[in-house]
């Protein structure tokens, strides 16, 4: 059976078109006259601040930029892809994200 992506890739994605929180943080770095290990700082701090408040609050709100929100999904059923044998898939929660009007408008 033929492997449906190359094996360089990621779910589809090349891995020429993924940035890494490396190049993430050279590129914030770059635009605000930080040092690297400066940005990398507060790069890992406005994570744990989302982390903390989707924990807590459930939703976080950035004008102009989108949301995110936490979501319960249900317990359910699924199927081991390898063998076909039916499993329960356990209930969870999720983050969501959805992009704000700017951001959405400066993708297209």
Not at 11 to 31: P, Q, R, V
Request: hydrophobic share 40%; with cysteine.
């Amino acid at each position: 059976m033929e492997a449906a992506y190359p094996p360089h890739s990621l779910w589809g994605i090349h891995a020429e078109f993924l940035m890494t929180k490396a190049d993430f943080i050279s590129k914030i770095a770059a635009k605000t006259d930080l040092s690297k290990s400066v940005t990398e700082k507060i790069i890992n701090c406005f994570v744990d601040v989302v982390s903390e408040t989707l924990r807590d609050e459930g939703r976080l709100a950035l004008a102009n930029f989108g949301t995110f929100s936490v979501s319960e999904r249900k317990e359910r059923q699924g199927r081991n892809p390898q063998t076909g044998a039916p499993l329960t898939i356990p209930a969870c929660k999720v983050v969501k994200f959805h992009a704000g009007k700017q951001l959405r408008d400066a993708v297209n």
